[in-house]
T-cell receptor
Framework: AQSVTQLDSQVPVFEEAPVELRCNYS??????LFWYVQYPNQGLQLLLK??????LVKGINGFEAEFNKSQTSFHLRKPSVHISDTAEYFC??????????????FGKGTHLIIQP | GAVVSQHPSWVICKSGTSVKIECRSL??????MFWYRQFPKQSLMLMAT?????????EQGVEKDKFLINHASLTLSTLTVTSAHPEDSSFYIC????????????????FGEGSRLTVL
């Protein structure tokens, strides 16, 4: 069975500083990887995704993530954060089985807190 | 990008009443939709998978008679919380998956805005 681990439940960062949100997964088969952001009282919005190809993926709002197959990681990074980036961030894994219609497996989320 | 809309965003009801939440895919056909429940400061918990024209598949521990799911068309799924009680108060989120060109899927889900249910 696949699982997703977000090691940090909360990450406080000063405005304009860089940030990295960590995500590790376990799966014995090929996966698709996603990062979603959730602002208070809202649904989830896709930040970026890795399906195949280049391991460095760029998303919206200046975020990027790097897929590392050997370390089974998909860490999210941003070189300079803003107050508006304060939100909950979820890493998710989809195990491509070639025919399933299962939902994503989500990590528990990381609360990014931007301090002025 | 694909848009999924949920309605209502907020609902307050009395204990014992039933509440219906709608999830619509606005610009694509969604053969599969998912319903999640989210408790404060926690991740999403998948409740059920609904496929257009067939019965929903519920996750273990989710009461199918309490949470009725109907996916009667390719653009609409509904979740009805029957005989709601205060412990059913939560944030409910739906998502939809668009079928790929070759019938496959990238796994990407498009999420609704969420519906906050408060049962008094």
């Amino acid at each position: 069975a696949q699982s997703v681990t977000q090691l940090d439940s909360q990450v406080p960062v000063f405005e304009e500083a860089p940030v990295e949100l960590r995500c590790n997964y376990s799966s014995s088969v090929s996966v698709y990887l996603f990062w979603y952001v959730q602002y208070p009282n809202q649904g989830l919005q896709l930040l970026l995704k890795y399906l195949s190809g280049s391991t460095l993926v760029k998303g919206i709002n200046g975020f990027e993530a790097e897929f590392n197959k050997s370390q089974t990681s998909f860490h999210l990074r941003k070189p300079s954060v803003h107050i508006s980036d304060t939100a909950e961030y979820f890493c998710a894994v989809f195990m491509y089985s070639g025919g399933g219609a299962d939902g994503l497996t989500f990590g528990k989320g990381t609360h990014l807190i931007i301090q002025p | 990008g694909a848009v999924v809309s949920q309605h209502p965003s907020w609902v307050i009801c009395k204990s014992g009443t039933s509440v219906k939440i709608e999830c619509r895919s606005l610009d694509f056909q969604a053969t599969t939709m998912f319903w999640y429940r989210q408790f404060p400061k926690q991740s999403l918990m998948l409740m059920a998978t609904s496929n257009e024209g067939s019965k929903a598949t519920y996750e273990q521990g989710v009461e199918k008679d309490k949470f009725l799911i109907n996916h009667a068309s390719l653009t609409l799924s509904t979740l009805t919380v029957t005989s709601a009680h205060p412990e059913d108060s939560s944030f409910y989120i739906c998502s939809a998956r668009e079928a790929g060109l070759a019938g496959g899927t990238t796994g990407e889900l498009f999420f609704g805005e969420g519906s906050r249910l408060t049962v008094l």
